[in-house]
C-alpha cells in the first residue's frame, strides 16, 4: 500500500486498528456506521486487510456516509468525537486489529426507546407477535481461530451480552488476558456471575458502560424492562469490585426533561457520566422536537457534560 497516498486525507484510525461486529455476521468500521461492509465468516484476521477497508483508509472522511456524525460533533464543538479519539489512542502507521467491538447476537430482555429489533429481540417480538419465536433472534458465527494477539481491547456490544455465555466464550480462546481491557455495554439488569468474574479478574482492566437514561422510573418508562431496583444491585457489585463504571445517557424527546434528576443522582454518585445526543431515529432527535427552545432552555440551566455541543446541536437544526 502507498501510505503516501493517505496523507492529504482526512481519515480516521479505525480504519486501521478497529472492526465493529454486530448480530447477522455484519461487519461495520465502527458502531456509528449503518451500512455494513462486510460479511462475518468467523475470521477476523482478514477483515482490515480486505479491499472495502482499503478504500476506507484511501477516502477522506468527509466522503464516507457512515462518518457524517463525527464530522457534526467535530463542527459543533464537542469536547472529542469518535474520530478524534480513535486517533488519539490508535497510530495510522500500519494495519493491525487490535480494537474488536462484537455483539454475538441480539438478545435483550429490555425494549428501550431509539432502539429497535436490530439490537433487541424483545423489540423483535413486540413488532412480529405472531411470527414464530426463532426468527426473532438474529446471531452471529462462532470465530473459527482464536483473538489473534494484537488484539488488546474488546468491547462486547448487544443484545445484552450478559443474557449469554459467547462473552466468555470468547475470553476463553485468549492466550494472555493479562494485556486485555475489556468493556461490556449493559443495560445493567443482570448481575455477574462466578464463572465471569474469574476471567475477568485475570484482565488488565474491565469496564461496565451502564446505560442510564432518566433517573428511576423515568428509566424504566423509556427503556422498559430495565427495573431500577436491579440496575442499583448491578451498580453496586460493581462498585465492590475493581471494575470501572460509566454512565451512558442518550439523550433524546422522550428523558431530556429527567436530565435534572439524572444529573442530581450522577453527582450524588460521583459517577463518571457520559450523555450523548441521540440522532437516530430522526424523530426522537432533540432537535426535531416541536418544543426545542423549550429543550433549549432546560439545558442551559443544566451543568451536564458537553452541554455546549448539545445546546449548538439544537440550535443549528434546520
Not at 461486529?21 to 460479511?39: A, D, W, Y
Not at 464516507?64 to 469536547?79: F, L, Q, S, V, Y
Not at 465492590?240 to 442530581?264: A, C, F, M, P
Amino acid at each position: 500500500m502507498n501510505w503516501m497516498s493517505t496523507l492529504s486525507k482526512k481519515t480516521c484510525a479505525a480504519f486501521y486498528k478497529h472492526t465493529n461486529i454486530r448480530s447477522g455476521n455484519r461487519v461495520f468500521p465502527c458502531c456509528r456506521f449503518k451500512t455494513p461492509v462486510l460479511t462475518f465468516d468467523g475470521n477476523l484476521s482478514k477483515i482490515l486487510t480486505s479491499d472495502v477497508y482499503e478504500e476506507l483508509r484511501n477516502t477522506d472522511v468527509n466522503d464516507i456516509p457512515g462518518c457524517a456524525k463525527c464530522i457534526h460533533e467535530e463542527n459543533t464543538g464537542k469536547d472529542e468525537s469518535m474520530r478524534e479519539w480513535f486517533n488519539r489512542t490508535y497510530t495510522t502507521e500500519s494495519v493491525q486489529l487490535e480494537y474488536l467491538e462484537i455483539g454475538f447476537d441480539n438478545i435483550c430482555n429490555a425494549a428501550c426507546d431509539g432502539c429497535w429489533s436490530e439490537f433487541s429481540h424483545t423489540w423483535s417480538k413486540i413488532n412480529n407477535p405472531d411470527a414464530l419465536p426463532n426468527t426473532h433472534i438474529i446471531s452471529s458465527d462462532e470465530l473459527t481461530e482464536d483473538i489473534p494477539s494484537s488484539v488488546n481491547k474488546i468491547l462486547f456490544l448487544g443484545g445484552e451480552p450478559l443474557m449469554t455465555n459467547r462473552h466468555r466464550r470468547l475470553l476463553e480462546t485468549c492466550a494472555d488476558l493479562s494485556n486485555m481491557s475489556v468493556t461490556y455495554n449493559t443495560n445493567g439488569t443482570f448481575l455477574l456471575d462466578d464463572q465471569t468474574i474469574n476471567l475477568l479478574n485475570q484482565c488488565k482492566e474491565v469496564e461496565f458502560i451502564l446505560s442510564v437514561d432518566g433517573y428511576g422510573e423515568l428509566n424504566e418508562k423509556v427503556r422498559k424492562n430495565c427495573h431500577w431496583h436491579l440496575i442499583e444491585k448491578f451498580i453496586n457489585q460493581i462498585q465492590n469490585s475493581d471494575y470501572k463504571l460509566l454512565i451512558h445517557t442518550v439523550i433524546h424527546r422522550n428523558n431530556w426533561h429527567g436530565l435534572k434528576d439524572l444529573e442530581q443522582y450522577i453527582t450524588k454518585n460521583n459517577f463518571r457520566w457520559r450523555p450523548w445526543i441521540l440522532t437516530y431515529p430522526p424523530h426522537l432527535d432533540i432537535a426535531n422536537a416541536d418544543n426545542k427552545e423549550e429543550i433549549y432552555k432546560f439545558i442551559q440551566e443544566t451543568n451536564i457534560p458537553n452541554k455546549e455541543h448539545t445546546l449548538k446541536h439544537i440550535k443549528e437544526a434546520t
